[in-house]
């Protein structure tokens, strides 16, 4: 009789461990990467990058070493995308992490991030990314260097809502504020130093998708789930402009926005369509539609970047008009970011990073592995 294998050493249970281990990296979802600051007085090297990710950990990547993994991968082993282990990571979140941004430069830069569980978490970058092993928060050489926690409200009785997530958040170095988007419908602002809230911007009906920081007019920028944008004035705390309809029966929320360098311009995703304002004037100049929901929004100078919930980055022109539409490894993206030289990240389902280069080459794609 033909024997196929031997079972003589078959262990169950790690056989059922490896499969829903490689469910759970097929199923994660990239919300946001972020470029690491460039180091001044050298030409500007996109070399590391983080990516935050649905299981709640922040991955810190570098480039040089993903393109040299890339140019060695063999698919002959039945993988379609390389797996690639992170040179950090950082189980930052109980729940998903939906943002992480960079606030200041250089060797004080602070690596910031925010998630399902209502916590902003901040740890010092360079710290970070030269620790020599993987960090879990349970360990001391983990711990935030900043910790903000989203103020729960008090119903009847003393009770205290939920913790309230928080989808994103925007910083301003200059005037030491974090600020974030929460899922009560308001938008905070925190100072770095004392860790306490400085302002509320209260007047949304739903959940915030994204906040902005336009800090040339002292101003923050919000979209919701209610349908519109709103431009808050950071002294006062009150809105100033209200931007598109309030009739929550339309189902198009905002859920992504950018402003360009001159804080001038401003692109908002509304269900399968872009807004283009221009602030100063107060007037919507043009909206280009778009066959998917938007998820991500950005500028490149004079031109627009999208992606949504296809395999496609889009880059517009002021006008309106396609110029290129590039095919990406997730089939829904979340997330795209570039890097001063011209390279883009774009992440999204199923844990995949896409990194594509100025000229629309892909440099490379993978899967990053978790803790």
Known sequence: ?????????????????????????????????????PVPARIPNP?????ASSDGTLAFHSLNSLVSQSASFGYS???????????????????????VKFYGEDEDALLLSCGDDGRVRGWRWKEFAESEASLHLEENHAKPLIELTNPQHKGPWGALSPMPEINAISVDPQSGSV???????????????????????????????????????S??????EDGTARIWDCKTGKCIRV?????????????????DGSE???????????????????????????????QDVMFDEKQILTVGAEPLLRRFDLNGALLSQI??????VFSISMHPAGVVAVGGYGGLVDVICQFGSHLCTFRSSSL
């Open 1 to 37: 009789m033909k024997m196929y294998g031997d079972a003589t050493n078959w262990n169950e249970d790690e056989y059922r461990e490896a499969i829903l281990k490689e469910r759970e990296i097929q199923t994660r979802t990239v919300f946001r990467t972020a470029w690491a600051p």
């Open 47 to 51: 070399d590391a990058f983080v990516v």
């Open 77 to 99: 082993k039945g993988q379609d995308v390389m797996v690639a282990e992170p040179e950090r990571v950082v189980r930052a979140h109980d729940g998903p992490a939906y943002d």
């Open 179 to 217: 600020f974030t988007a929460a899922g009560d419908s308001c938008a905070y602002c925190w100072d770095v130093e004392s860790g306490k809230i400085k302002m509320t911007f209260k007047g949304h009906s739903d959940y915030l998708h994204t906040v902005v920081s336009r800090s040339s007019a």
């Open 219 to 224: 101003q923050i920028l919000t979209g919701s």
């Open 243 to 259: 931007i598109g309809s309030q009739d929550k029966k339309s189902g198009l929320r905002i859920s992504s926005m950018a402003l």
């Open 264 to 294: 001038s311009w401003l692109v908002c995703g509304q269900g399968k369509s872009l807004a283009l304002w221009n602030l100063p004037a107060s007037e919507c100049v043009s909206t280009i539609s778009i066959p998917a929901h938007v």
């Open 327 to 332: 095919h990406c490894a997730p089939c829904s």
